[in-house]
């Protein structure tokens, strides 16, 4: 069983910055690639970044120059550095992750995509 856990997430004036975190833990074999999404309510997901498992990233183009992500393989955690937040970006933020684990106590590999479940950003003043 795999597990994804955000954390960082809260209330920031526009302007400011946080950053989250995503934890993935269980009986992986190996993460490929990695993402972070938003969602508003009322809204769509959309893609807001991905990094694969050597590094290469992506970014939505409302988030370029502002938002950084990152992972560490070692630690099997990815992060969201937000910077210069605006009101606009006030979504819940979820990790997805590509992810090979062992399955039926070790004997076999299964490859899945997982979620997390969330953590809310606000950027209000």
């Known amino acids: 069983q795999v597990q994804l856990v955000e954390s960082g997430g809260g209330l920031v004036q526009p302007g400011g910055s946080l950053r989250l975190s995503c934890a993935a833990s269980?009986?992986?074999?190996?993460?490929?690639?990695m993402g972070w999404y938003r969602q508003t309510p009322g809204g769509q997901r959309e893609l807001v970044a991905t990094?694969?498992?050597?590094?290469?990233?992506n970014y939505a183009d409302s988030v370029k120059g502002r938002f950084t992500i990152s992972r560490d393989n070692a630690k099997n955690t990815m992060y969201l550095q937000l910077n210069s937040l605006k009101p606009e970006d006030t979504a819940v933020y979820s990790c997805?992750?590509?992810?090979?684990?062992?399955?039926?106590?070790?004997?076999?590999?299964?490859?899945?995509?997982?979620w997390g479940q969330g953590t809310q950003v606000t950027v209000s003043s």
């Open positions: 990094i694969t498992s050597g590094g290469s990233t």
């Open positions: 269980g009986t992986i074999v190996s993460i490929e690639a």
């Open positions: 997805n992750a590509d992810v090979t684990s062992w399955i039926r106590g070790g004997l076999y590999r299964k490859r899945s995509d997982y």
